[in-house]
DNA sequence: TCTGGGGTCCTAGGACCC
DNA sequence: TCTGGGGTCCTAGGACCC
């Protein structure tokens, strides 16, 4: 019955410990310690060496809870450095990219991979092959799994970490319930907390008891999202690998402040700030924005000093991505909902209804938006060649008492990182 | 005095993901 | 004292229309 078949086969590609690992490329000396990479403001643990999870150090776990842990045991820790992160990551893509380039890359650390094209026999060697390739080339560890659906690759997948081979393919099984009745309902993806909650209540435990309740029932009680996970948990494809890139319909600035903010100006600055990060996004990928989200907060952790959260939204007249235009409209929403007297944690903007910007002259245009536009460029090109914010507007302010805290930064920069000796296992 | 029914579009908020 | 940031999609419900 071996004769060559080509199913349908989807590979998840996934770095583990992908923060620690990046890390540990540049300080060998931290190779099989137990090491932690902190999320922005040095707030929760977001990434954890096997070391560091078998201390018991919980994942999104805030770092100061866990700190006796971590001294106690010398665990190294790390600020996030996220421009290192996305050039490790590219270079695992590309890497990837030479199986197929069917590739849906779904997150800094992840990729799907259609390897139909292989056959069902030797589809578990090209997973192992993939694996050695990608840490020779790049020195970062990966868990494969492969299935005929994208939710069972991620079961493969969880199942892979497991694993020191680090490979699970699931593919030319032919009863795979027995496998499905050992993964918990909340390990399924797509199914967060509240599902699993509303699961149990209905008896439902594990995949294989999601898998066996009619379609009928789940898209009735919960929603066709729901419906779909089980259809994928039956082998049948349902959610399609997204590999055009899409231009994205939003674009996000936000952070917590090193120190809370009550002063006005001070969140100005800060508002401000996130607004031109964000103008300069949108027009590094030619979009524009024809509403603008501004939003504050005090912190959610600590009411002695009372909660206040708000948001106001702006449109556009005419959609754009004009800093200069933004960071007005920007400040304006932020005098309407700034309330004296709170300790803010936290502010952001986000710019939604983007679309591609035709770039041409219309009915409104004027010379003056040209001027506009000619400047926004340069200002784009100067602050790619000489760091961001060499050029800025006045409005973002220049001491930044409020800024992140980074305190156990690796300070790898990615400037340097090109200069850096090829990293090749041997 | 009786006060329909069905359709579309938009938005806010929730749930999920990494 | 200290609790991240950035996305997508779906649904319910309101506004509006005929």
Redesign the pocket.
């Known amino acids: 019955m071996s004769s060559t078949q080509y199913t349908k086969k989807i590979a998840l590609i996934?770095c583990n410990s992908?923060y620690v690992s990046c890390e540990r490329l540049f300080n060998p000396k931290i190779r099989r310690k137990p090491v932690v990479v902190?999320?922005?403001?040095?707030?929760?643990i977001?990434s954890r060496s096997n070391e560091a999870k078998a201390l018991g150090i919980k994942m999104?776990?805030?770092?100061?809870?866990e700190?006796e842990i971590i001294v106690k045991n010398n665990v190294q820790v790390f600020s996030?450095n996220y421009s290192l992160y996305g050039d490790i990551s590219r270079r695992v893509m590309r890497t990837l990219k030479r199986f197929n380039s069917d590739i849906e890359i779904?997150?800094?650390?992840?990729a799907f991979l259609d390897l139909s094209n292989f056959s069902d026999n030797e589809i578990e060697d090209v997973g192992h092959e993939i694996r050695s390739i990608v840490l020779k080339w790049t020195g970062i560890p990966t868990s494969i799994g492969i299935a005929k659906t994208k939710t069972l690759s991620?079961i493969a997948n969880h199942i892979a970490k497991k694993k020191k081979s680090g490979v699970v393919s699931l593919v030319g099984i032919e009863n795979i319930d027995p496998i499905l009745e050992k993964v918990e309902i909340?390990d399924?993806?797509?199914?967060?907390?509240?599902?699993?909650?509303?699961y149990n209540k209905n008896g439902i435990y594990n995949a294989k008891q999601l898998k066996n309740k009619s379609n009928t029932w789940i898209?009735k009680s919960?929603?066709?999202?729901s419906s779909r996970t089980a259809m994928e948990l039956r082998g049948i494809p349902c959610i399609d690998l997204e590999v055009t890139s899409?231009?994205?319909?939003?674009?996000?600035?936000?952070?917590?402040?090193g120190?809370?903010v009550e002063n006005f100006q001070e969140l100005r600055e800060a508002v401000a700030g996130?607004s031109l990060?964000?103008s300069e996004?949108i027009r590094s990928e030619s979009l524009v924005t024809k509403?603008i989200t501004v939003f504050v907060r005090t912190?959610?952790?600590?009411n002695q000093y009372g909660f206040y959260s708000n948001?106001k939204?702006v449109?556009f007249p005419i959609a754009t991505n004009n800093s200069i235009e933004i960071v007005k409209s920007a400040l304006n929403a932020l005098e309407t909902i700034f309330k004296n007297g709170y300790?803010y944690?936290?502010a952001?903007v986000?710019l939604?209804?983007?679309s591609e910007s035709t770039n041409n002259k219309n009915l409104f245009s004027s010379e003056r938006d040209e001027k506009i536009n000619s400047l926004m460029k340069s200002i784009d090109n100067t602050n790619y060649r000489y760091g961001r914010s060499t050029l800025s507007l006045a409005s973002a302010g220049i001491h930044k008492r409020w800024n992140?805290r980074r305190e156990y930064s690796s300070k790898i920069d990615t400037a340097d990182f090109y200069s850096l000796p090829m990293i090749k296992a041997i």
């Open positions: 996934d992908f902190l999320s922005n403001n040095d707030g929760c977001i999104g776990e805030p770092y100061f809870k700190k996030s779904y997150s800094i650390d992840e991620k909340n399924i993806w797509g199914v967060g907390k509240q599902l699993t909650k509303f898209k919960s929603n066709v999202l899409s231009k994205r319909k939003s674009c996000v600035v936000s952070r917590s402040f120190k809370r996130y990060n964000a996004k509403s912190s959610p952790f600590q948001s939204t449109d300790r944690q936290k952001g986000m939604s209804h983007l992140m």
